[in-house]
Nanobody, 121 residues
Framework: QVQLVESGGGLVEAGGSLRLSCAAS????????MAWFRQAPGKEREFVAA????????LYADSVRGRFTISRDNAKNTVYLQMNSLKPEDTAVYYC??????????????WGQGTQVTISS
């Protein structure tokens, strides 16, 4: 059974930083894709960033490019999201997702339970 477990969320002031982690178990995703999504209250889930397994291709949403960095440690089957220069509009539940390859939109097979990120102004 595949499990994705996020950690690292919390409450920080605007301009601060957080690092999210997502550890996968039950299957290795070293050659697959891992991604981050987020969902703010009253809004739809949106793509944040993704990284492929084979070539390490990275994708970012325009709203986070230059502030967030996605990375992965295949030995640990873990993906990270370093978030800098955080803004109140980054407040959301952040979800980790994984699949055998990069997917369009939110069509990833495996999902974590989410971790809350709250940015105070």
């Amino acid at each position: 059974q595949v499990q994705l477990v996020e950690s690292g969320g919390g409450l920080v002031e605007a301009g601060g930083s957080l690092r999210l982690s997502c550890a996968a178990s039950g299957r290795t995703f070293s050659s697959g894709a891992m991604a981050w999504f987020r969902q703010a209250p009253g809004k739809e889930r949106e793509f944040v960033a993704a990284v492929s397994g084979t070539r390490g291709r990275v994708l970012y949403a325009d709203s986070v490019r230059g502030r967030f960095t996605i990375s992965r440690d295949n030995a640990k089957n873990t993906v990270y999201l370093q978030m800098n220069s955080l803004k109140p509009e980054d407040t959301a539940v952040y979800y980790c997702a994984a699949d055998s390859m990069l997917r369009l939109g939110s069509a990833y097979e495996y999902w974590g339970q989410g971790t809350q990120v709250t940015i105070s102004s």
